[in-house]
């Protein structure tokens, strides 16, 4: 497979650029370019600039306003909501970060719900490390469309992949703890980067076929549906997040969406619980009490590692100079679609 070289900030430049040529404003488009470095920066490339000519096709596809503001309010002291109207959510999420935290300073705990977004969800590692790096514990959600089976033997999709995130701010100015996983087994992305590369998919209960059959073919389950890791402890998990991400706030559930529609023609939402854990606390710090468990998990293996360490280390290869690779065929096929769909 040929492939382009990159650095991150031309992974920005290419994000950004193709974007606003396909009808995005500045506030939409720069808000998912920061995510897709920080994806591709960390190797993610699942969640990366492989995505982009999903959001390239949102924009010009008249489903996702690519030049909504997003507007902020606050029902109650500690809630903060954002209407995305019918943009992207990296922008929308973004755009009720700084309200969160000082809510969450104010009041020890405070929610984010964002509604009436659009488009991908995105890694949501990212808003997650945002937020403990400004010293705040926080679990982070959003709804995805319906790929996601309730269990082996049916394709009846009833769920999104509904991805998660938690992240803890650690002592001593160590890098935070942060976890981010799909409710299904595989993210839907990794699942279609097997496709692309044809590569069969590990064995075990990834997906199933059309006809509820358990299949290793990327093919058959992206056809097919997905299965939730754990059988029903993952399934309970994408269920809360259905109701934390969408129902809650007033987005549209995945459940009942048509078969084989667009997945950005309805309304998906994020859902974020702020804790600050400043004055929680009679005596002693949350954080260092943390260390404990990250020390005892760290001690177990000589290659043990905490989640967010390999990415952090990808990171560091990337800031000091190590290419970002992606496809020649991806690479042109971002700009077959700006090609195609630009404004004038």
């Not at 509820?212 to 058959?220: I, K, N, R, T, V």
């Not at 059988?231 to 007033?250: D, P, Q, T, V």
């Not at 000091?320 to 769909?341: D, F, K, N």
């Amino acid at each position: 497979m040929a492939l382009r070289k990159l650095t991150a900030q031309q992974v920005r430049e290419l994000a950004q650029s193709s974007l606003l040529a396909c009808g995005a404003s500045h506030l939409q488009a720069s808000a998912i370019a920061d995510m897709l470095r920080a994806a591709e920066e960390d190797g993610c490339s699942s969640h990366g600039l492989f995505r982009l000519p999903a959001f390239l096709e949102g924009c010009a596809g008249g489903r996702v306003d690519a030049r909504a503001v997003p507007v902020v309010s606050s029902p109650l002291p500690a809630v903060v909501r954002v209407d995305a109207r019918g943009g992207f959510a990296q922008a929308a999420e973004a755009a009720g970060l700084a309200e969160l935290v000082s809510r969450a300073r104010t009041h020890g705990v405070a929610m984010m719900g964002v509604a009436n977004a659009r488009g991908m969800s995105g890694a949501m590692w990212y808003p997650a490390e945002q937020l403990a790096m400004q010293g705040v514990v926080s679990i982070v959600c959003h709804n995805s469309p319906p790929y996601v089976a309730a269990a082996p033997g049916s394709a009846r999709r009833v769920f999104g992949t509904n991805p998660m995130a938690f992240g803890w701010p650690r002592a001593g100015g160590l890098p935070p703890y942060v976890w981010d996983q799909a409710s299904s087994v595989m993210a839907r992305g990794e699942i279609e980067v097997h496709q692309r590369d044809g590569r069969p998919l590990p064995p075990g209960e990834v997906g199933v076929g059309p006809s509820g059959e358990l299949s290793s073919d990327p093919a058959a389950i992206l056809a097919g549906a997905q299965l939730p890791f754990g059988r029903h402890k993952g399934a309970n998990l994408a269920a809360m997040i259905e109701l934390l991400s969408a129902a809650l706030f007033g987005s549209d559930l995945a459940v009942g969406q048509p078969e084989g529609a667009p997945f950005d023609t309805y309304s998906r939402g994020t859902f974020v619980l702020a804790i600050d854990p400043a004055n929680l606390r009679e005596e002693g710090s949350a954080a260092e009490q943390g260390e404990q468990l990250f020390q005892a998990l760290l001690g177990g293996a000589a290659d043990a590692r905490l989640p967010g360490d390999r990415r952090r280390e990808h990171r560091s290869r990337v800031a000091a100079g190590r290419p970002i690779e992606i496809p020649e065929e991806l690479y042109a096929r971002i700009g077959e679609l700006v090609a195609a769909h630009a404004t004038s």
